[in-house]
């Protein structure tokens, strides 16, 4: 029912930038969340940032500061601005778009992933 594409990730040093980008298409009329979710090797899959179609953001303590979430609504993409990179951000990057009613989700979906490496 919806595709999700993720662009944009690669091989960056340290206090670098990148621009991941989330296309998304098919039935995408009742989404009001989306979000970037990452996993690192041996680790759980975690929030990184989440943007609601009202436009309320909301970022894990971690990136706070340093990443900035945005949407087109034109192009039926969520953007995710990385700034001052560390090496604690390597990570697989998960685009997630999802409907949320009264604080639950009723259903979502999953990109494929995209591999952001910080290292000098």
């Known amino acids: 029912q919806v595709q999700l594409v993720e662009s944009g990730g690669g091989l960056v040093q340290p206090g670098g930038s990148l621009r991941l980008s989330c296309a998304a298409s098919g039935s995408i009329f009742s989404i009001n969340v989306m979000g970037w979710y990452r996993q690192a090797p041996g680790k759980q899959r975690e929030l990184v940032a989440r943007i609601t179609s009202g436009g309320s953001t909301n970022y894990a303590d971690s990136v706070k500061g340093r990443f900035t979430i945005s949407r087109d609504n034109a192009k039926n993409t969520v953007y995710l601005q990385m700034n001052s990179l560390k090496p604690e951000d390597t990570a697989v990057y998960y685009c997630?778009?999802?409907?949320?009613?009264?604080?639950?989700?009723?259903?979502?979906?999953w990109g494929q992933g995209t591999q952001v490496t910080v290292s000098s």
């Open positions: 997630n778009c999802a409907r949320v009613r009264l604080l639950t989700t009723e259903y979502g979906y």
